[in-house]
Nanobody, 115 residues
């Protein structure tokens, strides 16, 4: 079973940037979709960005133009570059790897954006 470990979260001022990394213990090549989700206190977990094995990407409207997802299959790593951060981006960010027969979650990394 592949395990995912997120890193790169922290406290940043509004307008700042962070880069999240999700490192897999094994190959992510077989996972069709790699995604970043977030969950703010009192809210449901939402999909922030996803990247499909062919390279296509999808973003929630609130982060379009500010966040960029990328994957490096050779390094078994998925990144989320977050620019122009806003206080409403504050949440725990989770990495997810998904294919037809499996869905794997990381433990999450906290991102806090101060105003």
């Amino acid at each position: 079973q592949v395990q995912l470990v997120e890193s790169g979260g922290g406290l940043v001022q509004a307008g700042g940037s962070l880069r999240l990394s999700c490192i897999a213990s094994g190959s992510i090549f077989s996972f069709n979709v790699m995604g970043w989700y977030r969950q703010a206190p009192g809210k449901q977990r939402e999909l922030v960005a996803a990247i499909i094995s062919g390279g296509s990407t999808n973003y929630v409207d609130s982060v379009k133009g500010r966040f960029t997802i990328s994957r490096d299959n050779a390094k078994n790593t998925v990144y989320l570059q977050m620019n122009s951060l806003k206080p409403e981006d504050t949440a725990v960010y989770y990495c997810n790897a998904r294919k037809v027969v499996a869905s794997v979650w990381g433990q999450g990394t906290q991102v806090t954006v101060s105003s």
